[in-house]
């Protein structure tokens, strides 16, 4: 069937690097993609969110990218801090009603 | 504004029990999703309320039901519980409009012994 997984199960990066998280989806009809940060104990937390009539969108230090030619997604954090370690969902909205689809997860670990 | 509120926050049961969990969404969300979480299966959607009707529903058996009250407030329940329903689950609220952007609750977590 359909569905979202991500390449790494674990990133691990120094502080102060930037960081790229990838995502790869199946679902070619997807137009609706969304990356969320779950700490420890905690719910999953919205990042960045993008369409697919889009390529790339940017926030606050986090950057989206979409390739629907590979149906890559990429989530990159600029100058990576302690407090992004956590990890981090790709989601694929399936259909309109709150059914999204979520990847694997990858474990972002901060290093001093 | 307070955020998703979910209780209990942890809860244990023994196989064959059932269980409630409650969730009230953001105010003014009228869009109520659950999903379940476990570290074999990741995140897995349950089923989506919107002003009290059940829009959409996942690959879960009929043990796993849920409502959702006039004032958005959901309830989800298992029946007959398993070892294999022990996960933590969230609830997420939206809008309603466009169920995109999802704010979670903390969860809760469910042992089944």
């Known amino acids: 069937g359909e569905s979202v997984g991500l390449h790494l199960p674990t990133l691990s990066v120094q502080e102060g690097d930037n960081s790229i998280i990838n995502c790869a989806y199946s679902?070619?009809?997807?137009?609706?993609f969304i990356w969320y940060k779950q700490e420890s104990g905690k719910g999953p937390q919205f990042i960045i969110d993008?369409?697919?009539?889009?390529d790339k969108r940017q926030g606050q230090r986090v950057t989206v990218l979409l390739n629907k030619t590979v149906k890559h997604l990429s989530l990159q954090i600029a100058a990576t801090q302690p407090g992004d370690s956590a990890v981090y969902f790709c989601?694929?909205?399936?259909?309109?009603?709150?059914?999204?689809?979520f990847g694997a997860g990858t474990q972002v670990v901060v290093t001093p | 504004k307070a955020g998703v509120t979910q209780t209990p926050r942890y809860l244990i049961k023994t196989r064959g029990q059932q269980v409630t969990l409650s969730c009230s969404p953001i105010?003014?969300?009228?869009?109520v999703s659950w999903y379940q979480q476990t570290p074999g299966q990741g995140l897995q959607f349950l089923f989506e309320?919107?002003?009290?009707?059940?829009?959409n529903k996942g690959n879960f058996p009929g043990r796993f039901s849920g409502r959702q009250f006039s004032n958005s407030r959901s309830e989800m329940n298992v029946s007959t519980l398993e070892l294999g329903d022990s996960a933590l689950y969230l609830c997420?609220?939206?809008?309603?409009?466009?169920?995109?952007?999802?704010?979670f609750g903390e969860g809760s977590r469910l042992t089944v012994l």
């Open positions: 997420a609220s939206s809008e309603g409009a466009f169920a995109g952007e999802l704010f």
């Open positions: 679902n070619s009809a997807s137009d609706y």
């Open positions: 993008i369409r697919s009539n889009m």
């Open positions: 989601a694929e909205l399936s259909d309109s009603w709150g059914k999204l689809q």
């Open positions: 105010s003014g969300h009228r869009s």
């Open positions: 309320y919107f002003s009290e009707t059940q829009r």
